[in-house]
């Protein structure tokens, strides 16, 4: 395939995964309220797993290989499983703001372990992206804090979190080199909710009496951020680096802010849309190294195989 039509296909998946996440974080407000975390993640991963399924028999894809197997489930472990339920919780203990925070240090640490265990470069422009993204993302976190109205449990939970969010991504990284996007998502998703089983309990007797609203954003998360933009997330990670991907979800804050603008009425301050400005400005800058720096024809094209992410929250 044309480099030049590869890094297309590849920023076009990247930007449909950040626009769905930013659609997770108004649709768990909803669900968040009727459903406790455990069985919010459950709940979502085999609504995830159901749609990823019947893709995967209409495409008619096979098991991954077998080389492909560590990553998948190290990723649907930390992240599919192990990340969702501890944000869940830790959202529930914490406000939005510092939730923002904690969790955007994610981006950073895909950074250092893709530079790490995956010899990921770290180029002037990306780290440069990088710290104005992450500036932004500060601004629109201490915009949206409310004193009083954070724990220790939280911040450690959403710690947690963006640990399991970075771990994941790198670990699911190689896998895409021998199985495709699809794959990796859709058994990375059932290890997830296999991850989550314990939560079946809870899941049962919370669905018997959660309103229909809460319900059907709980299926919304599994089939749209799960379904669709871990598969589009695992696209454009098979295509460029784990670092660059990383640093392209840094533009969820500022579309969290404009959905919560427009679906929700919260009209966001002056400093908030500062900081969403910040965050959108260092993606742009980021994501145009290899086309300042090299060309087209840096963007790796993706390893021959016999196919997504995400991006939370």
């Not at 449909?16 to 009727?34: D, K, P």
């Not at 649907?76 to 192990?82: D, H, K």
């Not at 990921?120 to 004193?147: I, K, Y």
Request: aromatic content about 6%.
């Amino acid at each position: 395939m044309n480099p030049r039509r590869t890094e297309l296909l590849a920023a076009g998946a990247a930007t449909v995964t950040v626009v769905l996440w930013a659609s997770a974080f108004v649709s768990i407000r909803s669900a968040g309220e009727a459903y406790s975390p455990g069985a919010l993640a459950l709940g979502r991963l085999l609504s995830g797993a159901l749609a990823l399924g019947v893709l995967c028999l209409v495409r008619r894809e096979g098991l991954p290989p077998r080389e492909a197997w560590r990553g998948i489930a190290v990723s649907g472990i930390l992240w599919f499983g192990f990340y969702m339920v501890v944000l869940n919780w830790g959202e529930q203990q914490v406000d939005a703001g510092t939730a923002a925070l904690v969790v955007n240090i994610g981006p950073l640490l895909i950074a250092l372990l893709g530079a790490r265990l995956l010899g990921d470069a770290m180029p002037p422009r990306l780290l440069a992206g990088m710290a104005v993204s992450f500036a932004g993302a500060v601004t629109v976190g201490l915009s949206m804090t409310d004193e009083g109205g954070s724990s220790v449990l939280g911040v450690v939970l959403c710690l947690l979190a963006a640990i399991a969010y970075a771990a994941g991504v790198v670990a699911q990284k190689p896998a895409l080199g021998s199985a495709s996007p699809l794959q990796v998502t859709t058994f990375g998703c059932l290890v997830g909710a296999v991850v989550c089983l314990p939560f079946a309990g809870q899941l049962v007797s919370e669905a018997a009496r959660a309103p229909a609203s809460a319900t059907l954003n709980m299926v919304y998360l599994g089939v749209f951020p799960t379904a669709l933009a871990f598969t589009t997330w695992a696209y454009a990670l098979a295509r460029t680096t784990a670092s660059r991907m990383g640093a392209t979800t840094y533009a969820v804050p500022a579309l969290v802010v404009l959905m919560s603008w427009l679906a929700l009425g919260e009209v966001p301050g002056l400093l908030t849309l500062t900081g969403g400005a910040l965050c959108l400005a260092g993606v742009a800058v980021s994501r145009s190294r290899a086309r300042t720096a090299a060309g087209p024809a840096t963007v790796t094209a993706p390893a021959p195989h016999p196919e997504k992410a995400t991006d939370s929250t």
